[in-house]
């Protein structure tokens, strides 16, 4: 029975933060939907725990393999993701400066 | 406190980061913290990550985070503004590509031990990850223009794709009901990577903008799903958020055309050349010196850019001439429809970095209204958004798409490379407005000898 409440309390979390995000997300001017997006792909590069955890563990050949090339591409992710968002925003100035 | 609950306070922390950095995005004022909040919600659930007592070898991780930091730092500080779109469409192919790497590698470690809704989430996972992997590779391609950006369609291209599909579906449900066999997992992970090629293959450059954003989402949930694997919640959270941006990008920018998603995925929209110009129709075409008279006796203009505009890498010279009647005492405004440029808010990017304030910058809502009571409003690489055809002509491709009403403006100057019809391959009545001068030739060309002109 464990786990299927655990199912179900992963499913609330799941639910309450989608509409949360869509509630968030309403309210980003359009202004910025491009670093917005940049923003939103660097954090979906979350991923990158699950890679860890795989990595690190390593229980066989194969999954270390897989693991360090899905590392190294949640990196690339993070790391550009953010840079450019920085260097977008830094774009955007307002009249008289 | 033990160990494991200090992470989990670590990913709380973490998921609460990524929380404020949306909600710090909202507005220009507050956005980069809302950057570094994200950042530092990320150095949280790695460090977080490597504490926990799983994690034996770091070897390969540090192998691993030095090679994946030193393709994705280049990537975004050399890159031009004009290639943003591209290098997003990559990074959501390697997001991707990771979601579906750990999938695999958890279906041959533990796939016999699964429970049905743990086999069901991990099917999700691989297929979302591998289809957006290879769909967001495309997407790459055709936005750095590597392959035809027009839609590559063949008779029947929607059956195959929906088998494709189908295939991929109906193995991840046999995979479910029967925990196996593991030889069935190849043809799961093939026909994914398939249908993210054959997704993207008919779709064309204007309709990038949906696309981007879609695969956005599935990159996004893809993560979540790994969260439901991995029974973690800061995975769970931090796809949901990502997942529901890319779904309200996708909504708006299909919103912005007047499209469905199922017209944007499978229309093939812009193929052919829906109609050429009407017979004995003819345009007064007029030369740049021609417009800089117009504008030496306007009091207010309003500068409509699209995509052509960054194309013709005309983007400063507009900024100058913006300048310049500003200097004059002219009101000068921007307008930006929703889908201009390459993803959503591109437009708004190429004119920040040309450096237009971006208070100067006007969504669609707010400008039209204004139109009527402007002299002069200045059409530099945009077409289509300001066809009203989409007001007028319920048989037009166009038809009901959200225009700007560039028409209602005293007078209309309307640059252009040459009289060829727009994305959507029809004519624009615009043209052959009598208030409208038609100034042809390449856009930074024409604005740099209006700008002459003008100083002239």
């Known amino acids: 029975m464990t786990g299927q409440v655990d199912i179900l309390t992963n499913l609330f979390i799941f639910v309450l933060a989608s509409f949360l995000g869509l509630e968030l997300i309403r309210h980003v001017s359009r202004l910025l939907h491009t670093p917005l997006m940049s923003l939103t792909n660097a954090i979906s590069a979350i991923a990158i725990v699950g890679s860890l955890l795989l990595t690190g563990a390593h229980h066989d050949d194969l999954s270390v393999a897989l693991g360090a090339v899905a590392v190294a591409a949640s990196t690339a992710n993070i790391v550009g993701g953010f840079l450019i968002t920085e260097r977008i925003l830094r774009m955007f100035r307002g009249r008289g400066r | 406190m033990t160990g494991d609950q200090v992470v989990q306070v670590i990913y709380l922390l973490s998921a609460v980061l990524f929380i404020l950095a949306l909600k710090f995005m909202s507005e220009v004022r507050t956005a980069r913290w809302g950057n570094w909040a994200g950042a530092l919600g990320m150095l949280l659930a790695v460090g977080g990550t490597l504490l926990r007592p799983e994690i034996t070898d770091y070897r390969w991780i540090i192998v691993a985070v030095v090679i994946g930091s030193a393709v994705g730092a280049p990537m975004a500080l050399l890159m031009p503004m004009t290639a943003v779109p591209q290098r997003t469409a990559l990074s959501h192919a390697f997001g991707a590509l990771a979601a579906g790497l750990v999938g695999t590698a958890e279906f041959y470690l533990r796939g016999e031990t699964l429970d049905a809704f743990s086999m069901g989430v991990l099917c999700l996972e691989v297929l979302l990850g591998y289809l957006t992997f290879t769909g967001s590779l495309l997407a790459f391609a055709k936005l750095q223009e590597l392959i035809p950006t027009r839609p590559i369609v063949y008779p029947g291209r ?126 007064q075409a007029y030369t740049p010196q021609d417009a800089a008279a117009i504008l030496e006796t306007a009091r207010s203009v309003i500068i409509v850019t699209g995509y052509g505009m960054a194309a013709a890498q005309a983007q400063h010279a507009v900024k100058e001439l913006a300048d310049l009647l500003i200097s004059r005492g002219v009101d000068v405004k921007f307008a930006i429809h929703p889908v201009a440029g390459r993803m959503p808010g591109h437009m708004n990017v190429l004119l920040a970095e040309a450096g237009v304030p971006y208070d100067l910058l006007y969504e669609m809502d707010q400008i039209n209204p204004l139109f009527p009571e402007t002299d002069v409003a200045l059409v530099v690489g945009a077409n289509d958004v300001t066809n009203p055809a989409a007001r007028t002509k319920p048989d037009s491709p166009i038809y009901g798409m959200p225009i700007l009403d560039v028409d209602k403006a005293r007078t209309v100057i309307f640059i252009k490379r040459s009289l060829a019809p727009g994305f959507a391959g029809i004519d624009n009545e615009l043209f052959y407005l009598p208030k409208t001068m038609m100034v042809f030739g390449d856009a930074k060309k024409v604005v740099t000898e209006i700008i002459a002109a003008l100083k002239g």
């Open chain 2, 158 to 283: 929607n059956y195959v794709s929906l088998s494709v599909l189908a295939v991929a579906v109906l193995t991840a449900a046999y995979l479910v009901v029967n925990r196996g066999p593991a030889g069935l997992f190849p043809v799961l992970v093939g026909s994914a990577l398939l249908f993210g090629i054959l997704l993207i293959l008919p779709i064309g450059g204007a309709d990038m903008p949906t696309v981007i954003a879609i695969l956005n989402a599935y990159a996004g949930l893809s993560s979540s799903f790994m969260g439901f694997l991995l029974d973690n919640r800061l995975l769970i959270i931090a796809g949901a958020l990502d997942g529901s941006s890319g779904l309200i990008l996708s909504i708006l920018m299909c919103k912005a055309m007047n499209r469905s998603f199922t017209n944007v995925l499978f229309g093939a929209f812009g193929q052919v050349a829906v109609e050429t110009a009407e017979k004995g129709r003819t345009v």
